[in-house]
């Protein structure tokens, strides 16, 4: 007891410390996971000395925040944005796992001479993209909604593929004739399990009357984890199931929608901090040496070699043009999910699991820092991305979650054609009204006489169901003008 307010104080202020973190690296522009991982650092050995070398405390820690982060990242996935790329998304969930593994495997035994067990240990831990740091990024970075959708869905999707070769490696399955069927029956029963969960969950919110508010998004995450324990009692994927479930749920009408999206997004920052905070005490800078090569040289194949070969396969049957496969290639962003992974083969006391996970310490600082400072300039430039393209923005002053509405903000870039037109020219479909505008830093509500200029602000409600048509006539109108659909533009 006497030391439970030093655990907790300190506990306390790691997290405030995280916290504020968030500000300063959206300023440097620094990825705030590279913040998480450094004050574990300055915690750790190398810095106030605390001592943590619990592989198996490390691994159950790490595999409840990834299922944190997996309900933060279904909840708040928006199905009309990610349906259109549905099937792009689930074939390269699988197909970009496979791919990885192999790729990397192959590449790792040719020149660094790993046995294959290790080799395709270390293809498996990086064949996961990560949820959280591609919603982190991709939801800000004026990517097309269809795109960031395929994206945002994969990340979500392959999870629980890699997982299941991380443990079929670490444990070492014989492979034969069952394997495909137990891969199939993991998955399949996972799906199953996590949609009843979510569909049944979301009859019995909006059926329940709870006495108070914060109860809603209590038994929100709790539904979302009931179908991880479900799933992984039926030794199926439990992740998969954490995933859907979530989905279905944050795209039910429930009670109090908006309270449970901000609840959700608060463990998942935990779980984030909690994660890279405890890589960063777990690893030392004095074993980091010898891992900097395999670290760099595994991620290098990773990221340019298998994930292009993977997005070309996957993608190339549905007809995605080459310049959205480009972007699809890069945008594959590691970060709390690998490391999760790497404590697996760990805590079985696997022998080269000391160098993975030093080496996944590397990957995830230096690639980290090299996707996301290119992400947005070669989005632009392979012209997949505007800082025109409108996004939701989520407030609690208004009932819009009561009205069935949504906000978008749009800002007009240079030389788009909505510089000039009328706002009555915007002819925006029934349900759509644009409330604001904001002109080098004053806001004013418009009229339809307003004309619009370039870097103006717009502030647009819209009906949900009007949602996808007002985007469209926007992006027409900045791509042909006001004649948009008389030049056969429809902003698709």
Not at 90 to 95: D, G, K, N, P, Q
Not at 190 to 214: D, K, M, N
Not at 379 to 391: D, F, K, N, T, Y
Not at 396 to 402: I, Y
């Amino acid at each position: 007891m006497n030391e439970l307010p030093v655990v907790l104080g300190a506990g306390a202020l790691v997290l405030l410390a995280s916290a504020f973190a968030v500000r300063f690296s959206i300023r440097l522009g620094v990825p705030s996971l590279l913040i998480y991982l450094g004050i574990g650092v300055l915690i750790g050995e190398a810095g106030l000395g605390v001592q943590f070398e619990d592989a198996t405390l490390m691994q159950t820690l790490g595999i409840a925040a990834l299922v944190m982060i997996l309900v933060e990242g279904g909840l708040t996935t928006d199905w009309s944005a990610v349906r259109p790329g549905l099937w792009p998304s689930v074939v390269l969930s699988v197909v970009a796992v496979v791919i990885t593994v192999v790729v990397t495997g192959a590449a790792l035994h040719w020149l660094l001479d790993l046995d294959w067990r290790t080799a395709l240990l270390w293809g498996a831990v990086l064949s996961s993209t990560d949820a959280a740091a591609v919603f982190s990024v991709l939801r800000s970075s004026g990517i097309g909604r269809r795109l960031s959708g395929v994206v945002e869905l994969e990340s979500g999707l392959n999870d629980a593929p890699s997982y299941i070769a991380v443990v079929l490696i670490t444990t070492g399955v014989a492979v034969d004739w069952g394997l495909p069927l137990q891969l199939v029956y993991q998955l399949g029963v996972g799906a199953v399990i996590g949609l009843a969960v979510g569909f049944g969950g979301g009859v019995v919110l909006r059926r329940s009357a709870l006495p108070a508010t914060g109860l809603y998004p209590l038994a929100t995450v709790a539904m979302c984890v009931l179908a991880y324990a479900s799933a992984q009692l039926a030794e199926a994927s439990g992740l998969l199931a954490t995933f859907l479930a979530g989905l279905v749920l944050g795209n039910s009408r429930l009670p109090h929608h908006s309270n449970t999206l901000s609840f959700a997004e608060g463990l998942g920052w935990i779980a984030q901090i909690g994660v890279f905070v405890l890589l960063g005490l777990f690893a030392s800078p004095d074993r980091l040496g010898h891992a900097i090569v395999p670290g760099l040289l595994a991620g290098l194949v990773a990221l340019l070699i298998a994930r292009p070969i993977a997005v070309a396969l996957a993608t190339t049957p549905f007809r995605v043009p080459w310049r959205e496969q480009a972007f699809l290639s890069w945008a594959g962003l590691r970060g709390a999910v690998p490391i999760v992974l790497a404590t697996i083969p760990l805590a079985a006391g696997y022998p080269g699991a000391p160098l993975l996970v030093d080496g996944v310490f590397v990957i995830v600082i230096a690639y980290t820092l090299l996707q996301t400072a290119f992400m947005t300039p070669l989005a632009r430039v392979l012209g997949v991305a505007s800082v025109s393209e409108p996004h939701q923005i989520d407030i609690d002053a208004a009932p819009l979650e009561e009205l069935g509405a949504v906000l978008l903000q749009i800002r007009i870039p240079r030389r788009s054609r909505l510089h000039g037109v009328y706002l009555a020219e915007l002819r925006l479909p029934r349900g759509a009204n644009v409330s604001l505008v904001v002109r080098r830093g004053k806001a004013f509500t418009p009229e339809a006489t307003t004309r619009l200029q370039e870097q103006d602000q717009l502030l647009i409600v819209t009906t949900e169901t009007a949602r996808d048509a007002t985007e469209r006539r926007l992006r027409a109108v900045g791509r042909a003008g006001p004649i948009a659909r008389w030049m056969g533009e429809s902003g698709d």
